[in-house]
Protein backbone atom coordinates (compact mmCIF):
# COMPACT_ATOMS: atom_id res chain seq x y z
CA UNK A 1 0.00 0.00 0.00
CA UNK A 2 1.05 3.50 -0.42
CA UNK A 3 -0.76 6.53 0.21
CA UNK A 4 -0.03 9.65 -1.38
CA UNK A 5 0.50 12.82 0.89
CA UNK A 6 0.18 11.16 3.92
CA UNK A 7 3.08 11.04 6.02
CA UNK A 8 4.91 12.73 8.22
CA UNK A 9 7.18 14.63 5.56
CA UNK A 10 3.62 16.01 4.81
CA UNK A 11 2.90 16.65 8.38
CA UNK A 12 0.42 14.46 8.97
CA UNK A 13 0.61 11.76 12.40
CA UNK A 14 -0.45 8.67 12.78
CA UNK A 15 -2.44 9.03 16.62
CA UNK A 16 -3.13 5.58 17.31
CA UNK A 17 -5.03 2.39 16.29
CA UNK A 18 -8.70 3.30 15.28
CA UNK A 19 -10.31 0.98 17.76
CA UNK A 20 -8.69 3.32 20.37
CA UNK A 21 -11.60 5.69 19.36
CA UNK A 22 -15.46 4.58 20.35
CA UNK A 23 -17.24 5.38 17.29
CA UNK A 24 -19.79 8.48 18.19
CA UNK A 25 -18.09 10.82 20.82
CA UNK A 26 -14.78 12.50 21.05
CA UNK A 27 -11.74 11.48 22.57
CA UNK A 28 -8.65 13.94 23.17
CA UNK A 29 -5.12 13.51 21.53
CA UNK A 30 -2.27 15.64 21.82
CA UNK A 31 -0.13 16.42 18.99
CA UNK A 32 2.36 19.03 19.15
CA UNK A 33 0.58 20.63 22.17
CA UNK A 34 -2.75 21.23 20.24
CA UNK A 35 -5.44 19.41 22.26
CA UNK A 36 -7.61 17.91 19.26
CA UNK A 37 -10.68 15.96 19.93
CA UNK A 38 -11.43 12.96 17.57
CA UNK A 39 -14.59 11.75 16.52
CA UNK A 40 -14.82 8.41 15.08
CA UNK A 41 -17.76 8.32 12.77
CA UNK A 42 -17.50 4.12 11.53
CA UNK A 43 -18.94 4.41 8.07
CA UNK A 44 -18.28 8.17 7.57
CA UNK A 45 -14.56 7.95 8.49
CA UNK A 46 -12.90 10.03 11.11
CA UNK A 47 -12.85 14.09 12.23
CA UNK A 48 -10.64 16.14 14.46
CA UNK A 49 -11.57 19.36 15.97
CA UNK A 50 -9.67 21.58 18.13
CA UNK A 51 -10.58 21.39 21.97
CA UNK A 52 -11.38 25.11 21.60
CA UNK A 53 -14.51 26.31 20.90
CA UNK A 54 -14.21 29.85 19.54
CA UNK A 55 -17.05 31.33 21.26
CA UNK A 56 -15.84 30.71 24.97
CA UNK A 57 -13.09 28.76 24.76
CA UNK A 58 -14.99 25.46 26.23
CA UNK A 59 -13.35 22.12 25.82
CA UNK A 60 -15.45 21.14 22.35
CA UNK A 61 -12.75 18.78 21.56
CA UNK A 62 -13.38 16.49 24.86
CA UNK A 63 -16.82 17.20 25.97
CA UNK A 64 -18.54 17.72 22.93
CA UNK A 65 -21.56 15.97 21.83
CA UNK A 66 -21.89 14.61 18.14
CA UNK A 67 -25.51 14.31 16.97
CA UNK A 68 -27.52 15.34 13.95
CA UNK A 69 -29.37 19.12 13.71
CA UNK A 70 -32.72 20.46 12.23
CA UNK A 71 -32.60 22.18 8.77
CA UNK A 72 -34.60 25.53 8.06
CA UNK A 73 -38.10 24.40 7.76
CA UNK A 74 -41.92 25.63 7.77
CA UNK A 75 -43.04 26.62 11.27
CA UNK A 76 -44.13 23.06 13.06
CA UNK A 77 -42.53 21.32 10.63
CA UNK A 78 -39.28 19.32 11.29
CA UNK A 79 -36.66 17.55 9.33
CA UNK A 80 -33.90 15.67 10.26
CA UNK A 81 -30.50 17.02 8.83
CA UNK A 82 -28.11 13.84 9.04
CA UNK A 83 -24.80 16.29 8.28
CA UNK A 84 -22.98 15.81 11.57
CA UNK A 85 -22.24 17.99 13.76
CA UNK A 86 -20.79 18.58 17.47
CA UNK A 87 -22.70 20.52 19.99
CA UNK A 88 -20.29 22.76 22.15
CA UNK A 89 -20.90 21.50 25.67
CA UNK A 90 -21.25 24.80 27.44
CA UNK A 91 -23.87 26.92 24.94
CA UNK A 92 -24.79 24.31 22.91
CA UNK A 93 -23.70 26.17 19.77
CA UNK A 94 -23.07 23.45 16.81
CA UNK A 95 -20.85 23.05 14.13
CA UNK A 96 -20.56 21.44 11.14
CA UNK A 97 -17.94 18.49 11.55
CA UNK A 98 -16.21 18.83 8.26
CA UNK A 99 -16.27 22.18 7.82
CA UNK A 100 -16.19 24.19 11.23
CA UNK A 101 -18.63 26.31 10.44
CA UNK A 102 -21.60 26.99 13.00
CA UNK A 103 -25.28 25.67 11.59
CA UNK A 104 -27.33 27.73 10.25
CA UNK A 105 -25.72 31.22 10.82
CA UNK A 106 -25.78 31.29 14.31
CA UNK A 107 -22.47 32.80 14.22
CA UNK A 108 -19.65 33.69 12.09
CA UNK A 109 -17.23 32.31 14.30
CA UNK A 110 -15.41 29.01 13.26
CA UNK A 111 -14.61 26.11 14.65
CA UNK A 112 -10.78 24.60 13.41
CA UNK A 113 -11.12 21.17 11.74
CA UNK A 114 -8.04 19.42 10.84
CA UNK A 115 -7.85 16.88 8.27
CA UNK A 116 -8.33 13.79 9.58
CA UNK A 117 -7.96 10.14 7.81
CA UNK A 118 -7.95 6.54 8.82
CA UNK A 119 -5.49 4.38 6.88
CA UNK A 120 -4.80 0.64 7.32
CA UNK A 121 -6.84 0.61 10.33
CA UNK A 122 -4.70 3.57 11.58
CA UNK A 123 -6.12 7.55 12.53
CA UNK A 124 -3.72 9.58 10.79
CA UNK A 125 -4.16 13.52 11.72
CA UNK A 126 -2.78 16.41 10.33
CA UNK A 127 -2.26 19.05 13.11
CA UNK A 128 -0.85 21.76 10.24
CA UNK A 129 -3.62 21.71 8.01
CA UNK A 130 -7.61 22.61 8.25
CA UNK A 131 -10.31 21.01 6.16
CA UNK A 132 -11.24 21.77 3.83
CA UNK A 133 -8.30 20.52 1.64
CA UNK A 134 -7.42 18.17 -0.62
CA UNK A 135 -7.00 14.77 0.73
CA UNK A 136 -4.86 11.97 1.06
CA UNK A 137 -5.66 8.97 -1.71
CA UNK A 138 -5.62 5.77 -1.35
CA UNK A 139 -3.49 4.17 -4.56
CA UNK A 140 -3.26 0.15 -3.39
CA UNK A 141 -5.03 -0.87 -0.57
CA UNK A 142 -8.40 -2.59 0.82
CA UNK A 143 -8.22 0.51 3.02
CA UNK A 144 -9.51 3.45 2.14
CA UNK A 145 -9.26 7.01 3.49
CA UNK A 146 -12.91 8.23 4.28
CA UNK A 147 -12.35 11.40 4.80
CA UNK A 148 -14.25 12.65 1.78
CA UNK A 149 -16.65 10.39 1.50
CA UNK A 150 -19.59 11.81 3.37
CA UNK A 151 -21.48 13.66 1.10
CA UNK A 152 -24.56 14.67 3.24
CA UNK A 153 -25.76 18.66 3.19
CA UNK A 154 -23.51 21.65 4.94
CA UNK A 155 -24.72 23.17 7.85
CA UNK A 156 -24.00 26.08 6.47
CA UNK B 1 -76.08 51.08 7.73
CA UNK B 2 -73.95 51.18 4.39
CA UNK B 3 -70.22 51.27 5.31
CA UNK B 4 -68.80 53.31 2.92
CA UNK B 5 -65.97 52.49 1.13
CA UNK B 6 -63.47 55.41 0.29
CA UNK B 7 -60.91 53.49 -1.92
CA UNK B 8 -58.00 56.30 -2.45
CA UNK B 9 -55.54 53.06 -3.74
CA UNK B 10 -55.12 55.29 -6.81
CA UNK B 11 -53.74 57.95 -4.54
CA UNK B 12 -50.19 58.36 -5.88
CA UNK B 13 -49.22 61.07 -3.13
CA UNK B 14 -46.02 60.43 -1.89
CA UNK B 15 -46.46 61.61 1.76
CA UNK B 16 -44.23 64.31 1.35
CA UNK B 17 -46.71 66.29 2.58
CA UNK B 18 -47.36 64.69 5.74
CA UNK B 19 -44.95 65.25 8.63
CA UNK B 20 -46.26 64.36 11.56
CA UNK B 21 -48.08 60.95 12.51
CA UNK B 22 -49.58 60.42 15.87
CA UNK B 23 -50.00 56.50 15.89
CA UNK B 24 -51.99 56.61 19.28
CA UNK B 25 -55.01 58.82 19.60
CA UNK B 26 -58.00 58.07 22.24
CA UNK B 27 -61.80 58.70 20.92
CA UNK B 28 -63.59 58.23 24.05
CA UNK B 29 -67.28 56.98 24.27
CA UNK B 30 -69.61 60.17 25.24
CA UNK B 31 -71.86 57.51 27.36
CA UNK B 32 -72.40 54.33 28.31
CA UNK B 33 -70.66 52.09 25.67
CA UNK B 34 -74.05 50.52 24.91
CA UNK B 35 -75.77 53.57 24.84
CA UNK B 36 -72.97 55.16 22.13
CA UNK B 37 -73.04 51.81 20.21
CA UNK B 38 -76.86 51.17 19.83
CA UNK B 39 -77.28 52.16 16.89
CA UNK B 40 -74.85 50.24 15.40
CA UNK B 41 -75.64 47.07 16.74
CA UNK B 42 -78.03 44.50 14.86
CA UNK B 43 -81.66 44.72 15.95
CA UNK B 44 -80.74 41.63 17.46
CA UNK B 45 -78.05 42.37 19.82
CA UNK B 46 -79.76 45.72 20.60
CA UNK B 47 -82.23 43.51 22.21
CA UNK B 48 -80.02 41.26 24.07
CA UNK B 49 -77.72 44.09 25.07
CA UNK B 50 -81.08 45.88 26.57
CA UNK B 51 -79.99 48.45 24.50
CA UNK B 52 -82.83 48.68 21.85
CA UNK B 53 -84.96 51.33 23.76
CA UNK B 54 -83.78 53.39 26.42
CA UNK B 55 -80.55 51.64 28.30
CA UNK B 56 -81.63 51.74 32.00
CA UNK B 57 -80.96 49.37 35.01
CA UNK B 58 -84.82 48.56 34.59
CA UNK B 59 -83.01 46.24 31.65
CA UNK B 60 -80.87 44.64 34.06
CA UNK B 61 -81.68 45.77 37.22
CA UNK B 62 -79.00 45.57 39.64
CA UNK B 63 -76.53 44.13 36.70
CA UNK B 64 -74.92 45.68 33.71
CA UNK B 65 -73.01 44.80 30.67
CA UNK B 66 -69.03 45.70 30.91
CA UNK B 67 -66.40 45.43 28.70
CA UNK B 68 -63.29 44.57 30.29
CA UNK B 69 -61.63 47.25 31.92
CA UNK B 70 -59.59 47.90 35.40
CA UNK B 71 -61.51 47.90 38.37
CA UNK B 72 -58.93 47.70 40.95
CA UNK B 73 -55.49 49.53 39.78
CA UNK B 74 -57.51 53.21 39.30
CA UNK B 75 -54.45 56.56 38.58
CA UNK B 76 -55.52 58.35 41.96
CA UNK B 77 -55.17 61.38 39.80
CA UNK B 78 -57.56 60.17 36.72
CA UNK B 79 -56.82 59.28 33.29
CA UNK B 80 -58.14 62.32 31.62
CA UNK B 81 -55.93 65.61 31.24
CA UNK B 82 -57.53 67.53 33.45
CA UNK B 83 -57.66 70.72 31.40
CA UNK B 84 -59.73 68.74 28.76
CA UNK B 85 -62.61 67.74 31.10
CA UNK B 86 -65.97 69.63 30.53
CA UNK B 87 -67.31 71.89 32.65
CA UNK B 88 -69.77 69.26 34.04
CA UNK B 89 -66.62 66.31 34.12
CA UNK B 90 -67.25 65.29 30.44
CA UNK B 91 -64.98 63.23 28.87
CA UNK B 92 -62.66 65.06 26.65
CA UNK B 93 -61.93 63.38 23.09
CA UNK B 94 -65.70 62.30 22.44
CA UNK B 95 -65.73 64.92 19.49
CA UNK B 96 -64.05 64.39 16.36
CA UNK B 97 -63.99 68.39 15.45
CA UNK B 98 -63.00 69.16 18.89
CA UNK B 99 -60.28 66.30 19.25
CA UNK B 100 -58.92 67.54 15.44
CA UNK B 101 -58.58 71.20 17.38
CA UNK B 102 -57.50 70.14 20.49
CA UNK B 103 -54.53 68.23 18.87
CA UNK B 104 -54.37 67.82 15.14
CA UNK B 105 -54.60 71.84 14.17
CA UNK B 106 -53.11 72.62 17.89
CA UNK B 107 -49.57 70.50 17.28
CA UNK B 108 -49.88 70.22 13.25
CA UNK B 109 -50.41 66.64 13.19
CA UNK B 110 -51.25 65.45 10.27
CA UNK B 111 -52.88 61.86 10.83
CA UNK B 112 -53.74 60.54 13.76
CA UNK B 113 -54.46 56.68 14.17
CA UNK B 114 -57.29 56.22 16.23
CA UNK B 115 -57.52 53.92 19.32
CA UNK B 116 -60.67 53.71 21.04
CA UNK B 117 -60.02 53.68 24.50
CA UNK B 118 -63.39 51.91 25.61
CA UNK B 119 -62.75 48.79 23.71
CA UNK B 120 -59.08 48.01 24.09
CA UNK B 121 -60.02 45.22 26.04
CA UNK B 122 -61.94 43.70 24.29
CA UNK B 123 -59.26 40.76 24.31
CA UNK B 124 -60.14 39.71 27.45
CA UNK B 125 -63.75 39.17 27.34
CA UNK B 126 -64.97 36.00 27.77
CA UNK B 127 -67.67 35.69 24.95
CA UNK B 128 -66.88 35.40 21.62
CA UNK B 129 -70.18 36.39 20.27
CA UNK B 130 -70.40 39.64 22.34
CA UNK B 131 -66.88 40.72 21.75
CA UNK B 132 -67.78 40.03 17.73
CA UNK B 133 -71.07 42.49 17.96
CA UNK B 134 -69.31 44.86 19.89
CA UNK B 135 -66.40 45.22 17.66
CA UNK B 136 -68.18 45.37 14.46
CA UNK B 137 -70.65 47.95 15.87
CA UNK B 138 -67.39 49.72 17.33
CA UNK B 139 -65.65 50.42 13.70
CA UNK B 140 -69.27 51.29 12.29
CA UNK B 141 -68.97 53.97 15.54
CA UNK B 142 -65.46 55.02 14.29
CA UNK B 143 -66.25 55.35 10.38
CA UNK B 144 -69.28 57.62 11.03
CA UNK B 145 -68.08 59.24 14.17
CA UNK B 146 -64.14 59.76 13.34
CA UNK B 147 -63.41 59.37 9.79
CA UNK B 148 -65.92 60.58 8.51
CA UNK B 149 -65.62 63.75 10.00
CA UNK B 150 -62.22 64.39 9.54
CA UNK B 151 -59.92 63.14 6.49
CA UNK B 152 -56.62 63.56 9.23
CA UNK B 153 -57.92 60.43 11.10
CA UNK B 154 -57.60 57.25 10.43
CA UNK B 155 -58.48 53.77 11.84
CA UNK B 156 -57.82 50.74 12.86
CA UNK B 157 -60.23 47.88 12.50
CA UNK B 158 -61.17 46.41 15.47
CA UNK B 159 -62.02 42.40 15.93
CA UNK B 160 -62.61 39.54 18.15
CA UNK B 161 -59.01 37.58 18.18
CA UNK B 162 -61.51 35.28 20.23
CA UNK B 163 -62.33 33.43 16.93
CA UNK B 164 -59.88 34.28 14.17
CA UNK B 165 -62.29 33.33 11.43
CA UNK B 166 -64.60 35.63 12.45
CA UNK B 167 -62.37 38.34 12.92
CA UNK B 168 -61.06 37.91 9.45
CA UNK B 169 -64.39 38.07 8.65
CA UNK B 170 -64.49 41.63 10.22
CA UNK B 171 -61.27 42.65 8.79
CA UNK B 172 -62.27 41.65 4.97
CA UNK B 173 -65.52 43.69 5.65
CA UNK B 174 -63.65 46.88 5.79
CA UNK B 175 -60.42 46.44 4.62
CA UNK B 176 -61.74 48.50 1.60
CA UNK B 177 -61.89 51.38 3.24
CA UNK B 178 -58.34 52.72 2.78
CA UNK B 179 -59.00 55.21 5.75
CA UNK B 180 -58.68 51.60 8.11
CA UNK B 181 -54.60 51.19 8.23
CA UNK B 182 -54.39 48.30 11.02
CA UNK B 183 -56.12 45.30 12.36
CA UNK B 184 -56.78 46.57 16.40
CA UNK B 185 -55.97 43.14 18.54
CA UNK B 186 -56.55 43.04 21.73
CA UNK B 187 -54.69 40.68 23.63
CA UNK B 188 -56.06 37.71 25.71
CA UNK B 189 -54.30 34.90 27.58
CA UNK B 190 -52.98 33.40 24.83
CA UNK B 191 -49.86 34.19 23.17
CA UNK B 192 -50.51 35.69 20.08
CA UNK B 193 -48.06 33.39 18.10
CA UNK B 194 -50.48 30.73 18.52
CA UNK B 195 -51.54 28.74 15.38
CA UNK B 196 -55.24 30.10 16.78
CA UNK B 197 -54.49 33.83 14.97
CA UNK B 198 -53.35 32.82 11.90
CA UNK B 199 -56.54 33.64 9.97
CA UNK B 200 -56.47 37.01 11.59
CA UNK B 201 -52.46 37.36 10.36
CA UNK B 202 -53.60 36.14 6.34
CA UNK B 203 -55.85 38.55 6.43
CA UNK B 204 -54.00 41.64 7.78
CA UNK B 205 -50.94 41.02 5.24
CA UNK B 206 -52.80 39.96 2.45
CA UNK B 207 -54.72 43.21 2.68
CA UNK B 208 -51.91 45.41 3.52
CA UNK B 209 -52.77 46.80 6.91
CA UNK B 210 -50.93 46.49 10.25
CA UNK B 211 -51.09 44.40 13.24
CA UNK B 212 -52.29 46.95 15.91
CA UNK B 213 -51.62 46.32 19.87
CA UNK B 214 -51.85 48.19 22.77
CA UNK B 215 -51.85 48.16 26.72
CA UNK B 216 -55.46 46.27 27.23
CA UNK B 217 -56.09 47.87 30.12
CA UNK B 218 -57.27 44.25 31.90
CA UNK B 219 -53.70 42.82 32.20
CA UNK B 220 -53.53 40.71 34.92
CA UNK B 221 -57.34 40.73 35.79
CA UNK B 222 -58.69 38.67 34.31
CA UNK B 223 -58.06 35.00 33.76
CA UNK B 224 -59.39 35.56 30.26
CA UNK B 225 -56.40 38.67 30.13
CA UNK B 226 -52.84 38.71 29.65
CA UNK B 227 -50.93 37.20 32.31
CA UNK B 228 -48.73 39.40 34.25
CA UNK B 229 -45.48 38.35 35.20
CA UNK B 230 -44.38 36.96 38.77
CA UNK B 231 -48.04 37.12 40.36
CA UNK B 232 -50.68 39.67 40.84
CA UNK B 233 -50.10 43.58 41.78
CA UNK B 234 -51.52 45.68 44.00
CA UNK B 235 -51.43 49.13 42.82
CA UNK B 236 -51.36 51.13 39.52
CA UNK B 237 -47.79 51.61 40.33
CA UNK B 238 -46.48 47.88 39.99
CA UNK B 239 -49.94 47.04 37.83
CA UNK B 240 -48.74 49.54 35.47
CA UNK B 241 -44.98 48.52 35.02
CA UNK B 242 -45.85 45.36 35.14
CA UNK B 243 -47.55 45.55 31.49
CA UNK B 244 -44.81 46.05 29.54
CA UNK B 245 -43.55 42.55 29.88
CA UNK B 246 -46.69 40.87 28.46
CA UNK B 247 -45.80 42.24 25.39
CA UNK B 248 -42.44 41.52 25.54
CA UNK B 249 -42.92 38.16 26.16
CA UNK B 250 -46.06 37.83 22.82
CA UNK B 251 -43.21 39.16 20.87
CA UNK B 252 -40.76 36.10 22.12
CA UNK B 253 -43.52 34.35 20.83
CA UNK B 254 -44.18 35.47 17.88
CA UNK B 255 -40.54 34.37 17.43
CA UNK B 256 -40.65 31.07 18.29
CA UNK B 257 -43.75 30.21 16.96
CA UNK B 258 -42.33 31.16 13.20
CA UNK B 259 -44.94 34.16 12.49
CA UNK B 260 -42.03 36.69 11.35
CA UNK B 261 -41.12 34.10 8.73
CA UNK B 262 -44.81 32.94 8.12
CA UNK B 263 -45.96 36.46 7.71
CA UNK B 264 -42.85 38.25 6.78
CA UNK B 265 -44.83 41.39 5.11
CA UNK B 266 -46.90 42.00 8.25
CA UNK B 267 -46.07 44.75 10.55
CA UNK B 268 -46.65 44.57 14.04
CA UNK B 269 -47.39 48.16 16.07
CA UNK B 270 -46.84 47.99 19.55
CA UNK B 271 -48.13 51.32 21.40
CA UNK B 272 -47.76 52.37 25.08
CA UNK B 273 -46.15 49.53 26.12
CA UNK B 274 -42.82 50.88 25.92
CA UNK B 275 -39.46 49.68 23.96
CA UNK B 276 -36.67 50.84 26.29
CA UNK B 277 -36.60 46.76 27.28
CA UNK B 278 -36.04 45.82 23.96
CA UNK B 279 -32.51 45.68 23.37
CA UNK B 280 -32.19 43.53 25.97
CA UNK B 281 -35.24 41.42 24.53
CA UNK B 282 -33.08 41.07 21.40
CA UNK B 283 -30.20 40.07 23.03
CA UNK B 284 -31.67 37.64 24.98
CA UNK B 285 -33.48 36.37 22.02
CA UNK B 286 -30.45 36.00 20.04
CA UNK B 287 -28.00 34.51 22.55
CA UNK B 288 -30.54 31.82 23.48
CA UNK B 289 -31.70 31.27 19.83
CA UNK B 290 -27.41 30.56 18.83
CA UNK B 291 -27.74 27.80 21.76
CA UNK B 292 -31.14 25.53 20.79
CA UNK B 293 -31.60 26.70 17.21
CA UNK B 294 -32.47 23.19 16.28
CA UNK B 295 -35.69 23.50 18.91
CA UNK B 296 -37.40 26.09 16.19
CA UNK B 297 -35.14 25.68 13.41
CA UNK B 298 -38.17 27.49 11.20
CA UNK B 299 -36.72 30.02 12.87
CA UNK B 300 -33.94 30.96 10.45
CA UNK B 301 -32.08 33.91 11.39
CA UNK B 302 -31.36 35.50 14.73
CA UNK B 303 -34.91 36.88 16.42
CA UNK B 304 -33.48 40.56 16.23
CA UNK B 305 -33.47 40.58 12.71
CA UNK B 306 -37.39 39.45 12.74
CA UNK B 307 -38.00 41.96 15.37
CA UNK B 308 -36.64 44.88 13.62
CA UNK B 309 -38.02 44.26 10.48
CA UNK B 310 -41.65 43.29 11.70
CA UNK B 311 -42.29 45.03 15.25
CA UNK B 312 -42.80 49.13 15.35
CA UNK B 313 -43.54 50.98 18.75
CA UNK B 314 -44.59 53.97 19.63
CA UNK B 315 -43.18 56.99 21.31
CA UNK B 316 -45.20 57.78 24.54
CA UNK B 317 -44.20 57.73 26.94
CA UNK B 318 -40.96 58.62 26.35
CA UNK B 319 -38.38 57.56 28.48
CA UNK B 320 -37.25 60.55 31.12
CA UNK B 321 -33.43 59.06 30.81
CA UNK B 322 -30.92 61.11 33.14
CA UNK B 323 -29.46 62.64 29.86
CA UNK B 324 -30.77 63.00 26.89
CA UNK B 325 -27.16 61.27 25.46
CA UNK B 326 -28.75 57.96 27.55
CA UNK B 327 -32.40 58.33 25.06
CA UNK B 328 -30.35 58.55 21.75
CA UNK B 329 -28.46 55.88 23.08
CA UNK B 330 -31.54 53.43 23.80
CA UNK B 331 -33.39 54.76 20.35
CA UNK B 332 -29.94 53.44 18.60
CA UNK B 333 -29.98 50.07 20.62
CA UNK B 334 -33.34 49.72 19.20
CA UNK B 335 -33.08 51.33 15.38
CA UNK B 336 -35.28 53.98 16.39
CA UNK B 337 -34.60 55.40 12.30
CA UNK B 338 -37.08 52.40 11.32
CA UNK B 339 -38.46 50.57 15.01
CA UNK B 340 -40.23 53.91 16.31
CA UNK B 341 -43.38 55.71 15.51
CA UNK B 342 -44.54 58.86 17.13
CA UNK B 343 -47.50 58.95 19.34
CA UNK B 344 -49.22 61.06 21.79
CA UNK B 345 -51.62 59.72 23.55
CA UNK B 346 -53.88 62.04 23.89
CA UNK B 347 -56.20 62.75 25.61
CA UNK B 348 -54.52 60.71 28.56
CA UNK B 349 -53.31 62.04 31.53
CA UNK B 350 -49.62 60.80 30.83
CA UNK B 351 -49.74 62.13 27.41
CA UNK B 352 -46.62 63.58 25.66
CA UNK B 353 -46.39 67.31 24.25
CA UNK B 354 -45.88 66.42 20.76
CA UNK B 355 -42.99 69.40 20.22
CA UNK B 356 -41.76 68.32 23.57
CA UNK B 357 -40.98 64.70 21.88
CA UNK B 358 -39.90 65.68 19.07
CA UNK B 359 -37.31 68.16 20.29
CA UNK B 360 -36.29 65.11 22.34
CA UNK B 361 -35.33 62.38 19.44
CA UNK B 362 -32.18 64.22 18.14
CA UNK B 363 -31.30 63.20 14.49
CA UNK B 364 -34.05 60.76 14.96
CA UNK B 365 -36.96 63.50 14.74
CA UNK B 366 -38.14 63.19 11.35
CA UNK B 367 -38.18 59.07 10.94
CA UNK B 368 -40.49 58.75 13.95
CA UNK B 369 -42.57 61.87 13.28
CA UNK B 370 -43.53 60.37 9.77
CA UNK B 371 -41.19 58.72 7.76
CA UNK B 372 -41.45 55.22 9.74
CA UNK B 373 -45.61 55.78 10.23
CA UNK B 374 -45.38 55.81 6.19
CA UNK B 375 -43.29 52.80 5.64
CA UNK B 376 -45.96 50.61 8.16
CA UNK B 377 -48.73 51.68 7.12
CA UNK B 378 -48.24 52.45 3.63
CA UNK B 379 -50.58 54.31 0.95
CA UNK B 380 -53.52 54.35 3.53
CA UNK B 381 -51.71 56.62 5.66
CA UNK B 382 -51.20 58.73 2.71
Known amino acids: MSVVGLGPEDGWVDV ?42 APIGAAGFVTTTFSPCEPSALVVNLTTVIRCPWHKWEFDLDTGRPAYGISTMQLQVHEAAVVAGRVWINPARQRPRRQPVVQDSVDRTTADTQASERTS | MTITTNDQSTDTSTGADIRLVDCDVHPNFSADWLIELRDHFSPEWASKFGAREAYTTRAFPGASHTLPYNPFYPVPVGVMRGELLGPNGEM ?12 LDEYGIDRGLLVPAGIIGVGSHPNVDVVTEVASATNKWVVENWLDVDDRYRGAIICAPQNANRAADEIARWSGDQRMVGVYFSLGNVLMGDERYFPIFEAAEEAGLAIMLHVSGAEG ?4 APSLPGGTPTVQLDWRASWVYCYAANIANLVARGVFEKFPKLKFVFAEVGYTWLPDLMWRLDTTWRSTRSDVPWVKRPPSEYILASCRFTTQPLPETETDEQLMQVLAMMHAEKTLLFSSDYPHWDWDDPRATLRRLGHFKERVAAANAIETFGSRLL
Open chain 1, 16 to 57: GDLGQFPPGQPTIVTVGGIELGIVNLEDHGVRAVRNYCPHRG
Open chain 2, 92 to 103: PATDAKVAAKQL
Open chain 2, 221 to 224: IFPT
